[in-house]
């Protein structure tokens, strides 16, 4: 599996473009900005770009997601919970970031659901919490974790829409039953691994 992160936007936000070498297929997770330095990475991986996914609707994941939609004619794939995020942004307003067009999903996503795209097959994790339709996706022990757990960090739930007693759940019923071994890819930050959250996230303890 192909996995390229970069780091946009001024929220420091992880974009990954992740791809099958066999296939050259492949997706986008978060455009939140730089549409042209993704487009860019996207070229010279020599992927052609299936969907784009979102792991939730906050504008750091989503400010590129007009023009890179545009450029790939991906379909652009998001939790039925948080698909009204794509047509109204409270956060911008609070983070003082303009958020462009409305722009509404081709797939609305839920639990359970997979993602196959180029021979690869992620499932989608309802991860509720940090904001409604959060979702994380699984696929060869790899999980894209958004904003829900981060390298000794879990998201923020002081947010409109965010709920802590959620986040929690989410992430021990979804995340930490999955093997000590997998990598975890969140939304900012450095990558980690379940087993290592597991012994030394300091908001998982005692919890
Ligand atoms: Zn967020
Ligand atoms: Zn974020």
Redesign the pocket.
């Known amino acids: 599996m192909i996995i390229k992160n970069l780091v946009v936007g001024p ?1 420091a ?1 992880n974009c990954y473009i992740v791809g099958s070498e066999a296939t050259k297929e492949g997706m986008i997770i978060d455009p ?1 900005d730089d549409a042209e330095v993704i487009l860019r990475n996207v070229k010279d991986l020599g992927l052609k770009i299936r969907s784009i996914v979102l792991t ?1 609707g ?1 504008i ?2 989503i400010g590129a997601l007009k023009e890179v939609k545009e450029a790939t004619g991906a379909e652009v794939a998001i939790h039925t919970d948080e698909a009204k995020s794509l047509q109204k942004q409270p956060l911008s307003t609070l983070l003082g970031l303009s958020y462009p067009t409305p722009l509404p999903a081709d797939r609305l996503l839920k639990d359970g659901d997979s993602m196959d795209i180029g021979g690869l097959h992620f499932l989608v994790l309802h991860t509720p919490g940090h904001s409604p339709g959060c979702i994380c996706l699984l696929e060869q022990g790899v999980v894209f974790s ?2 829900t757990l981060f390298n000794y960090g879990i ?1 923020r739930a002081d947010l409109p829409g965010s709920n802590y007693s959620q986040l929690m759940n989410s992430i021990h019923t979804k995340l930490m039953t999955l093997p000590d071994n997998t990598a975890v890819f969140p ?2 930050g450095p990558d980690t691994t379940i087993g290592a959250e597991r012994s030394s996230n300091p908001f998982l303890q005692n919890s």
């Open positions: 929220l936000a939140g939730h906050h750091d994941h958004g904003d998201g939304g900012h």
